[in-house]
């Protein structure tokens, strides 16, 4: 029998030996996505690019029966723990339905939500919501159109507090332009009735909508879906890329997988000392990986069935939901939290305009879609074809403590022509939980990209 050094010695030869191999028989392949595909309902039609003024104006009726099933949803069975190692914690869970029951005015939030200007344009079949901030003109200031993209759970609730901090840059020579879109299928923009819409294919939509406002060249600004939407732009169109800022750096690669085990020997390799535990020891760390990352092979594999559930329920999208935002904003609050612990991050009625983005528009099983239409063929869909493409444009990363962790000697890979890499103690929802902390740090990346116009 082999010792436990010479085990692990084994190992890492053979991992280094696979580095090797990897490194010269999968090298980046460029990848085309066909632009033309018609998402629409039925045939092929000439494509209408009107740009529609829209407001979200959602009938009496549903805000009535949605009232109705808060008020007559069965007990929740007690939890087992104090915190939310099994989900949601059900006395917690009973504490959020209350406020969205009796505490949380629609008609007020929905004032508040149509407080942006929002548009509908219909691109290869499907009707795309969008919110489009134009800055007051300023001859002596230059107008910068950023595209920025939301993920999942998200919505474009999540920008809703950064979006004045952006636009009232008096001290800069220049003023951003935002468009922030919500992705195809999730809150108001439409959703497919037919397969093969990912997130490579929202790419292409996204781009064109850019196009279609009048903008050839324009930075992105991405996390969770939205930042892999806009990390396959950049590898698909870098041509129209001026800076991408994001706060979910991926790194999906063969090669990624192996660097770590490498570090074991030098983990500094790899990693800063002070992240140490955020790669290592490996067996924890995959661990952590395997058992919160539930939620994504359900949506990969089965997405109509779980859709049924949250499209019907809104206490099993809250629960479900809610989860995920829980888990997103500390690691530690699964095994100890309380309503305090999230409320200093987000408000009940915060969370709640999130959902109701969800839940008005039906759009729960058509956002896990997303996920099957990506992911379920593991790496051979185009969307992990290039994510794993390593990207010419300039790069600037926000990282979060709490967060899904790229190390140093990783990123590189992928994030080529970086130019700036900040880390926070923060959440999976940085533009939510901390706005200013975060337009300055995209703000700065612009400074940054501006100076590199030059």
């Keep these: 029998m082999f010792s436990a050094k010479g085990s692990s010695l084994s190992i890492l030869i053979l991992s280094l030996a696979s580095y090797i191999t990897v490194n010269h028989l999968f090298a980046p392949r460029v990848h085309k996505i066909n632009e033309n595909v018609w998402w629409g309902v039925g045939p092929e039609q000439n494509n209408d690019t009107e740009i529609r003024e829209f407001n979200i104006n959602v009938p009496e009726e549903v805000i009535t029966d949605l009232k109705w099933r808060l008020k007559h949803h069965r007990p929740f069975r007690p939890s087992i723990g104090t915190a939310n190692q099994y989900g949601t914690n059900s006395i917690f869970l009973d504490e959020f339905i209350d406020h969205w029951e009796n505490h949380y005015n629609w008609t007020e939030r929905e004032i508040f939500l149509n407080k942006y200007p929002q548009f509908k344009t219909r691109i290869q079949g499907l009707d795309i919501h969008f919110i489009h901030i134009k800055p007051d003109t300023d001859e002596n200031k230059k107008v910068l159109p950023m595209l920025m993209v939301h993920g999942w759970p998200g919505s474009v609730r999540e920008f809703y507090d950064v979006v004045d901090i952006l636009t009232n840059n008096i001290n800069r020579n220049y003023t951003l332009e935002l468009v922030i879109p919500s992705l195809p299928g999730f809150g108001f923009s439409e959703a497919t009735t037919k397969p093969g819409l990912s997130l490579a294919h929202t790419a292409v939509l996204f781009k064109k909508l850019m196009n279609r406002l009048g903008h050839e060249k324009f930075y992105l600004q991405g996390g969770d879906l939205g930042g892999i939407t806009l990390q396959i732009l950049s590898a698909l169109y870098p041509e129209s890329v001026l800076g991408y800022h994001t706060n979910f750096p991926v790194v999906y690669t ?10 074991v020997l030098y983990p500094s390799w790899i990693v800063k000392p002070e992240h140490y535990e955020r790669v290592y020891p490996l067996k924890d760390r995959g661990l952590f990986i395997f058992r919160e990352s539930g939620y994504f092979h359900l949506q990969s594999t089965k997405p109509d069935s779980l859709g049924v559930a949250m499209d019907n329920s809104p206490e099993g999208m809250a629960a479900y939901f809610l989860e995920k935002f829980i888990t997103g904003s500390n690691f530690t609050y699964i095994n100890k939290f309380s309503s305090k612990d999230l409320k200093e991050k987000f408000s009940f009625t915060g969370l709640i ?16 879609r997303m996920y099957f239409e990506s992911f379920e063929d593991g790496f051979w869909t185009d969307s992990i074809a290039l994510m794993s493409t390593p990207l010419s444009v300039r790069t600037a990363i926000f990282r979060s403590k709490y967060d899904l962790y790229m190390a140093d000697g990783v990123l590189n890979e992928i994030f080529t022509n970086n130019i700036q890499l900040n880390d926070y103690d923060a959440s999976h929802f940085p533009a939510f939980e901390i706005p200013q902390t975060f337009s300055d740090d995209l703000l700065n990346a612009v400074d940054k990209f501006e100076a590199e116009q030059i």
Excluded: C, E, R
């Design 254 to 263: 063969l090669k990624s997988y192996i660097k770590p085990i490498l570090g």
């Design 353 to 368: 305009d999130n959902l109701m983005l969800y839940w008005v528009t039906q759009t729960a099983s058509s956002s896990f």
